[in-house]
C-alpha cells in the first residue's frame, strides 16, 4: 500500500517531487562500468570484484516496531537467520525507522557506515543520493554476476527504463506489482435502501445523500448522531479526486500548475463543512483513525479508506459487522464533477525499491543475494512463511494461512523483506482474493465487494487524475524543491483555514493567498521546469496510461 502522507498530492505541492521518472537513457551514452566518483576503490567502480566464499554484506531493513518480543528485533529474527543460513552471504541488517527513514539514512551515509543494500520507497530520496554521487550503477555488474534478476530485466524491460537515472546509467532496482485499487470510497448502501435514495452520480448527489445521511437517521436510533461524510485523511483526499485537483496536470497539450480544480475541490469540501454534514474536528483527525472509528461504529455513511480492497478493508468490514450486524457497504464510483469523472490513487504497478551503496566492498556479492531475493522460491518464503508452518496449499491451488494468530506472531512482520518481490511471479495466488476463505460468509461478501472495487477504479475511461503515480513523478532540482518547500504547508493551510472560517476567510480569499505566496517564492521556476520536463520526456516516460495497460494485461 501507498503510504497515505505521500499519495496527498492534492494538498501538499512538495510531495509531487517526491518521485522520479527516469527512462530518458541514452543508449550511446558512458556505459554503467564508470561509477559514480564517490566510490571508493577502482574494484568496486569497475564492477570487477569477484564475490569472496560467504562474502559478508549488508541491507537496510524498515523498523516499524511490529517484531513481537519473543521473535527478537527486526535486525535479528526467525527471518533473518533464514536469510543467512539459504542465502549466498552473510547479511548484517540495519534498521531504519519507517516513519523517519531520511534523517537514519543521512546519519549513516555521513559517518560511512551506510548499508550496502539500500532499500528505500522514497524515489525522491534515492534520487538525492544519485545526485550525491552515492550510489554505484549496476548495469554491468548484473551483465557479469546475475541470472535472475537479468532474466527479470528482459522479461520486464520497463525496470530497466525506470532504474536508469539522468546519466544514462541503471542505479535501482525494482518490482512489478499487480494493478490494484489503493483508496476505496465506501458508502453505507443500507442506509440508502432505508432513505430511499441511490448511488450519487454527481458530486450535487453526494451533497445530497450526505445531507440526508446526516438529518433524516439513517441508522433508526431517534438520535441526531450521523455523519454524512467525512473529510478526514483518506476520505479528504479523496475528495479531491473527484475534482481532479492533483495540482499539476496536462492541459491542451501542457503541463501547468491547476487552480481551478483547487477552487472546487475546496469549495465543495467548505460546502459540506458549512451544512454540518462532517465532523468540525476533521482537522484534527490528521491520520483519519476517528473516522475509521465513526464508520465502524456506525456513526458515518460515506468513508474513503486506505487499502479498502485488501487487508486493510477485511479488517474494516470485520469491524463494522461486529458493531453493526446488518450493515450493508459498497465500494462506489466517484461521483463526477464538472472536470469530468476519476477514480482514486491505485498500487504503482512498476516500483523502484533499492539500489547499492558507492562504497560498498562487495559489490558482485550483493548482485548475487539480490538475484537470491528474486527468486520465486525465495520470493515464495518471504510472502507466505514456511510450507506447513506458516501455509498450505487451498483449494484454489494457491497458499492458504494455517493459523493467523501464529503468523501474526511469527510472519507479519515480513513485509520490508520482500521489498523485490513481484507480485506477477504468482499471478492470482498474489491477489488477496486468494486468501479468502470462501466458506466464510463474510469473507465470501468481501470478495464481491474486492470485484466492485476493481470494477469502479481499474477502467481508464474514469482514470486516476494524476499525471503518473506519485513515486513515478519526475524529481526537480534542489535549488526549486526549496519553492515547493517553503509554500507547501502555507498554501495548505490557507485552503484549510477557508474551509472551516466560515464567510471570514473565503476560498477565493485563499487562492489569491496562495497565488501570491506562490508567484513571490518564484512558483514560475518551477512551472517552466516541469513544462520543459514534460516535452522533453512526453513520449518515453511512465505515465497514468501506462498504468492501466499493466492493468490490462493483467
Not at 505521500?6 to 510531495?15: D, E, P, R, T, Y
Not at 557506515?113 to 522514497?122: E, G, Q, V
Not at 463543512?273 to 490528521?286: E, F, N, R, T
Not at 566492498?361 to 520470493?379: G, H, R
Amino acid at each position: 500500500m501507498i503510504n497515505s502522507k505521500k499519495v496527498w498530492s492534492a494538498i501538499g505541492l512538495s510531495v509531487l517531487a517526491a518521485a522520479v521518472i527516469a527512462g530518458c537513457s541514452d543508449q550511446s551514452g558512458p556505459s554503467d562500468s564508470s561509477a559514480p566518483s564517490a566510490a571508493p576503490a577502482a574494484s568496486s567502480q569497475s564492477g570487477d570484484s569477484k564475490p569472496a566464499e560467504r562474502a559478508s554484506i549488508s541491507q537496510s531493513i524498515y523498523d516499524r516496531g511490529n517484531v513481537a518480543p519473543e521473535e527478537g528485533t527486526i535486525e535479528k529474527n526467525r527471518w533473518t537467520k533464514w536469510l543467512n543460513e539459504n542465502g549466498p552471504a552473510n547479511v548484517s541488517f540495519v534498521a531504519i525507522p519507517r516513519w523517519e527513514p531520511i534523517p537514519k539514512f543521512n546519519t549513516l551515509f555521513a559517518s560511512g557506515t551506510a548499508p550496502d543494500l539500500i532499500f528505500d520507497f522514497d524515489t525522491n530520496y534515492r534520487n538525492e543520493l544519485y545526485t550525491q554521487k552515492q550510489l554505484m550503477p549496476i548495469g554491468d555488474l548484473i551483465e557479469k554476476y546475475s541470472v535472475e534478476y537479468k532474466a527479470f530485466l528482459e522479461k520486464y524491460p520497463v525496470l530497466r527504463k525506470e532504474g536508469t537515472k539522468p546519466d544514462g546509467k541503471l542505479y535501482e532496482f525494482g518490482r512489478i506489482n499487480t494493478v490494484q485499487p489503493n483508496h476505496v470510497l465506501f458508502i453505507r448502501s443500507d442506509w440508502l435502501k432505508k432513505l430511499g435514495l441511490e448511488v450519487p452520480k454527481t458530486v450535487e448527489e453526494l451533497f445530497n445523500v450526505a445531507k440526508a445521511f446526516t438529518a433524516n437517521d439513517p441508522d433508526g436510533n431517534k438520535k441526531n448522531d450521523t455523519y454524512g461524510y467525512s473529510l478526514s485523511n483518506i476520505t479528504g483526499q479523496i475528495t479531491d479526486a473527484m475534482f481532479g485537483n492533483v495540482i499539476w496536470i496536462i492541459q491542451d497539450g501542457k503541463w501547468v500548475r491547476d487552480w481551478d480544480r483547487v477552487k472546487a475541490a475546496n469549495e465543495f469540501k467548505k460546502r459540506v463543512y458549512d451544512a454540518g454534514l462532517v465532523d468540525k474536528d476533521y482537522l484534527a483527525d490528521k491520520n483519519g483513525e476517528k473516522a475509521t472509528q465513526d464508520f465502524i461504529t456506525g456513526k458515518l455513511g460515506i468513508y474513503g479508506a486506505n487499502g479498502g480492497s485488501i487487508g486493510l478493508g477485511l479488517s474494516m468490514f470485520e469491524s463494522l459487522r461486529k458493531n453493526n450486524p446488518d450493515a450493508q457497504i459498497t465500494p462506489i464510483e466517484l461521483p463526477a464533477s464538472e472536470f469530468g469523472q476519476f477514480s482514486p490513487v491505485l498500487g504503482n504497478p512498476v516500483q523502484m525499491t533499492a539500489a547499492i551503496n558507492a562504497s560498498a566492498k562487495n559489490p558482485a556479492a550483493v548482485i548475487q543475494y539480490v538475484d537470491f531475493l528474486v527468486k520465486e522460491s525465495t520470493q515464495k518464503v518471504l510472502n507466505y512463511g514456511i510450507e506447513g508452518e506458516h501455509w498450505k496449499t487451498g483449494d484454489n491451488g494457491c497458499p492458504v494461512i494455517i493459523s493467523k494468530e501464529k503468523n501474526k506472531i511469527e510472519k507479519d512482520y515480513l513485509t520490508d523483506f520482500q521489498m523485490l518481490r513481484s507480485a506477477v511471479t504468482f499471478g492470482d495466488c498474489s491477489k488477496f482474493e486468494s486468501q479468502l476463505d470462501l466458506s466464510n460468509p463474510l469473507q465470501k461478501e468481501f470478495q464481491e465487494i474486492i470485484h466492485q472495487a476493481e470494477k469502479a477504479y481499474l477502467d481508464p475511461s474514469r482514470p486516476m487524475p494524476q499525471i503518473t503515480h506519485i513515486e513515478h513523478m519526475p524529481s526537480i532540482p534542489q535549488e526549486l524543491q526549496l519553492i515547493l518547500t517553503n509554500t507547501d504547508q502555507p498554501i495548505a493551510d490557507m485552503f484549510n483555514k477557508a474551509v472551516v472560517s466560515g464567510k471570514s476567510y473565503t476560498v477565493d480569499q485563499a487562492i489569491a493567498d496562495a497565488k501570491s505566496l506562490w508567484t513571490k517564492a518564484g512558483g514560475k521556476q518551477v512551472e517552466d521546469w516541469y513544462a520543459k520536463w514534460y516535452q522533453e520526456n512526453k513520449d518515453k516516460a511512465f505515465f497514468t496510461k501506462d498504468i492501466y495497460e499493466v492493468a490490462k494485461k493483467g
